[in-house]
């Protein structure tokens, strides 16, 4: 009985040499899958951190271009706000000058005409001075300012330079004219007329006329008389 308890003994060594063996083996295996997923984890680890890094820089990029169209916008609403305020301030210059220059004169021409009223030979004609009667002028003017009336102070210089004026004559002109009222884009008005009902009323010469507004000359106009 001993011997065979001897036998069974000898025979199970074999056995267990055998299990440790596969049991090494299967550690193994497992170490090596460990292994192989830490280095995997690792290798995506820095993929992450890679994409990380490129989202944060274009995270960086976009901000940073934000910022430049934040203050681009912003100096376009200051320079529109400017603009504004430009505009606004033309548009109540421009209608200062239109209520203190509410018209101006493009073209003036001169006429002799008779007692009537009558132009003869029409405006810009020559004159003689064997047949003036009244010196008429007529302007052609641009409305700036329509509805209101203006007072046209008008002077003539004879054929000696010197101002020509009468018993009404305002102070430092010939005469005046009411016009009213003063009508917008171009328009053609004749002024009163200076001289007599007689043939032969001036003096052959240089003779000029000027239309005033205010402190300011409209227009003048040098004109013969043969």
Not at 6 to 22: F, M, V
Not at 220 to 226: A, G, I, N, V
Request: glycine share 10%; net charge positive; proline share 3%.
């Amino acid at each position: 009985m001993k011997q065979d308890n001897d036998n069974q003994l000898s025979t199970s060594t074999p056995k267990r040499g055998r299990g440790a063996k596969r049991l090494a083996a299967v550690l193994a295996l497992l170490l090596i899958a460990s292994l192989a997923g830490a280095y995997f984890l690792f290798q995506d680890s820095d993929t992450v951190k890679a994409g990380l890094k490129d989202a944060n820089d274009q995270i960086k990029e976009l901000q940073k271009q934000n910022a430049q169209l934040k203050i681009e916008l912003d100096t376009t609403k200051v320079n529109l706000r400017r603009e504004k305020e430009i505009r606004e301030r033309i548009e109540l210059e421009n209608d200062t000058l239109k209520t203190m220059f509410p018209l101006y004169v493009t073209k003036m021409e001169v006429g002799n005409a008779d007692a009537g009223g009558h132009v003869i030979g029409g405006y810009g004609s020559d004159i003689s001075a064997a047949n003036s009667m009244y010196l008429m002028p007529r302007i052609t003017y641009v409305g700036l300012k329509g509805g209101l009336k203006a007072e046209l102070m008008v002077r003539l210089y004879d054929n000696e330079g010197k101002l020509v004026t009468g018993n009404t004559s305002p102070n430092g002109y010939s005469y005046s004219y009411q016009l009213n009222p003063i009508e917008l884009n171009e328009n053609t008005v004749s002024l009163s007329g200076w001289g007599g009902g007689d043939k032969g009323h001036f003096q052959p010469g240089v003779y000029r006329y000027e239309v005033w507004l205010g402190d300011r000359c409209l227009s003048q106009k040098f004109f013969r008389l043969k």
